[in-house]
């Protein structure tokens, strides 16, 4: 489904680059600033995981490098893409996809607690996890300054966290096999603020916080997102960019039914991060 999805979305960039611009939608006077463009590149990023698995304090509470061997660092693959659909470039659409996920298979250093009811990963115990994290954000900004040198704009949108936690103990007798999957597909909406600065035509300064914090009944969610960009346009149409991110982002739900969720328990992720790209923009 995600790969479906990631073509979708590419398929649908490359037909905004090749579609031309209407004779109404002419551009006003010539601004540094792109109608669209498609970034496509490398993620490098130091993450960490904090996992509950039940409710309160009485489910599985691990760090999921720490405890479960899953790596601290990550080398994915990224695309974000951006869309203006009016001649003077102040609407716009956001959207990015990366794919955090790891798989690590590793030795119970302790016994792990799983339950309130005595039930527990024995210490020597051959572990596995898979522990699934796709990231979509999709969001509408305005700009509300905009000249031939900055770019400034309100945004509101959406992140959609798509996270799976598989932990396998097989039998290793006297002891028990233990099985526990959850899985979360839940979004959050963001407020943000964007602000692009052109030192030249070419070389152009991208900054963007988004954030926002949600609590209803027994679930609750937050994210607090930094990105900042530099690019340069090396050709018409083409340019290189070097980006930095860092995100914190929590969902805690403690009924297992909110938006149809399989998940009870909690997931909090963390990670700074460097995205190197290439630019296909028009």
Not at 78 to 99: G, L, M, N, Q
Not at 207 to 218: A, G, H, K, N
Not at 238 to 258: P, V, Y
């Amino acid at each position: 489904m995600t790969r479906t999805f990631l073509l979708g979305a590419i398929t649908l960039a490359a037909l905004l680059v090749a579609q031309p611009v209407r004779a109404d939608q002419r551009e006003g006077p010539e601004t540094p600033w792109a109608r669209g463009a498609v970034l496509v590149g490398g993620f490098f990023s130091a993450i960490s995981s904090d996992v509950r698995l039940g409710v309160g304090g009485v489910g599985l509470e691990i760090s999921g490098e720490d405890m479960l061997g899953l790596d601290s660092t990550t080398r994915v693959f990224r695309v974000d893409a951006f869309y203006s659909f009016d001649s003077r470039k102040r609407h716009r659409v956001y959207f990015t996809w990366y794919d955090l996920s790891r798989s690590a298979t590793t030795t119970a250093l302790t016994d792990i607690p799983i339950d309130g009811n005595g039930n527990k990963i024995h210490e020597g115990s051959t572990v596995y996890t898979d522990f699934d994290l796709a990231l979509y954000k999709l969001a509408y900004a305005y700009s509300f300054f905009q000249d031939d040198r900055f770019n400034v704009a309100f945004s509101v949108g959406a992140y959609v966290a798509d996270v799976g936690i598989r932990i396998q103990v097989p039998l290793q007798p006297p002891f028990e096999p233990v099985y526990e999957d959850e899985a979360l597909t839940a979004p959050l909406p963001v407020l943000g603020l964007r602000a692009d600065f052109a030192f030249t035509p070419k070389l152009i300064l991208r900054q963007s916080v988004e954030l926002f914090y949600l609590e209803i009944s027994d679930y609750r969610g937050h994210i607090f997102d930094v990105n900042t960009n530099l690019e340069y346009n090396i050709w018409k149409h083409f340019g290189m960019g070097i980006g930095f991110e860092f995100l914190d982002f929590e969902l805690e739900n403690d009924k297992g039914s909110f938006l149809g969720a399989s998940f009870t328990g909690s997931v909090e992720i963390r990670f700074v991060g460097v995205q190197l790209y290439g630019k296909l923009y028009f």
